[in-house]
C-alpha cells in the first residue's frame, strides 16, 4: 500500500524556519517526482514545490521562490521542504503528493498527483 | 500563467441529481494535463480524473470528465450521499509548473 506521512509542522514565529519531511513507502520512491502542495486554512489548494526523481531539476511557486527549498533523500524514500523567513501568508496544512505521468515516448503525458500524505499544519503567528 | 477558474463555487443539488461542474482556462490547456481532485473535510485531496477524461483507479463510472482547449467539465451522472464535496481542477503548465482551480464546493441542497 502506497503511504506518504508528513512530520514536522509546528507553530512559529514570523521570520522563523520549520523543516517538513514526507516519509513514504509501499512503492519504488526513487522512481517517482514529488510535490508540496499547501492549503491555508478554508481555502482553496496551491502547488509549492516539486523536485524530479534524481533532483536535477526543482521548482516553486513565486509565493516561495528564494524562501523554501526542496530536496530528497532516495536513500530513505523521503522528501523534505525546508521553509525559511516564514510569514503569516505561509499558514496552512502542508501536503505531500506524488507525481505520476506517462512518459514512454520521451515527452510526459496525464501528469497528476496520484497519492497524497494526510498533511501537516503550519501555523505562523507572533 | 494561466489561471483556472472553477464555477459554480457551490452546486446546491439533492441526492440522485446530475451534478455539472465547470473548470475554465485562461489560455488553451492540453486536456492531457487537466486533472480534478476531490476533498471532503479534514481529508487530504482524492485523484478523481486525468488526462481530462480518464477515471483513476477505484473511481465509479457516475463521474466523467470532458472537454478540451480552455472548457473543461466534471459530471457526476447521479451523485450519492458521499459525493459532496469540493472539487478542484489542475493543470500542468510551463510557470508555475501546476495551478488549481479556486474549487467547486458541492453541498447538499
Known amino acids: 500500500e502506497v503511504q506518504l506521512v508528513e512530520s514536522g509542522g509546528d507553530s512559529v514565529q514570523p521570520g522563523g524556519s520549520l523543516r517538513l519531511s514526507c516519509a513514504t513507502s509501499g512503492f519504488n520512491f526513487d522512481i517517482y517526482a514529488m510535490n508540496w502542495v499547501r492549503q491555508a486554512p478554508g481555502k482553496g489548494l496551491e502547488w509549492v514545490s516539486y523536485i524530479s526523481v534524481g533532483s536535477t531539476s526543482v521548482y516553486y511557486a513565486d509565493s516561495v521562490k528564494g524562501r523554501f527549498t526542496i530536496s530528497r533523500d532516495n536513500a530513505r524514500n523521503s522528501v523534505h521542504l525546508q521553509m525559511n523567513s516564514l510569514t503569516a501568508e505561509d499558514t496552512a496544512v502542508y501536503y505531500c503528493?506524488?507525481?505520476?505521468?506517462?512518459?514512454?515516448?520521451?515527452?510526459?503525458?496525464?501528469?497528476?498527483?496520484?497519492?497524497w500524505g494526510q498533511g501537516t499544519l503550519v501555523t505562523v503567528s507572533s | 500563467e494561466i489561471v483556472l477558474t472553477q464555477s459554480p463555487g457551490t452546486l446546491s443539488l439533492s441526492p440522485g441529481e446530475r451534478a455539472t461542474l465547470s473548470c475554465r482556462a485562461s489560455?488553451?490547456?492540453?486536456?492531457?494535463?487537466l486533472v480534478w481532485y476531490q476533498q471532503k473535510p479534514g481529508q487530504a485531496p482524492r485523484l478523481l480524473i486525468y488526462?481530462?477524461?480518464t477515471r483513476a483507479t477505484g473511481i465509479p463510472d457516475r463521474f466523467s470528465g470532458s472537454g478540451s482547449g480552455t472548457d473543461f467539465t466534471l459530471t457526476i451522472s447521479r451523485l450519492e450521499p458521499e459525493d459532496f464535496a469540493v472539487y478542484y481542477c489542475?493543470?500542468?503548465?510551463?510557470?508555475?509548473?501546476?495551478?488549481f482551480g479556486q474549487g467547486t464546493k458541492l453541498e447538499i441542497k
Open positions: 489560455q488553451s490547456v492540453s486536456g492531457s494535463y
Open positions: 489542475q493543470q500542468y503548465g510551463s510557470s508555475p509548473r501546476y495551478t
Open positions: 503528493a506524488r507525481d505520476v505521468a506517462d512518459c514512454s515516448t520521451g515527452t510526459c503525458y496525464e501528469i497528476r498527483f496520484d497519492s
Open positions: 488526462g481530462a477524461s
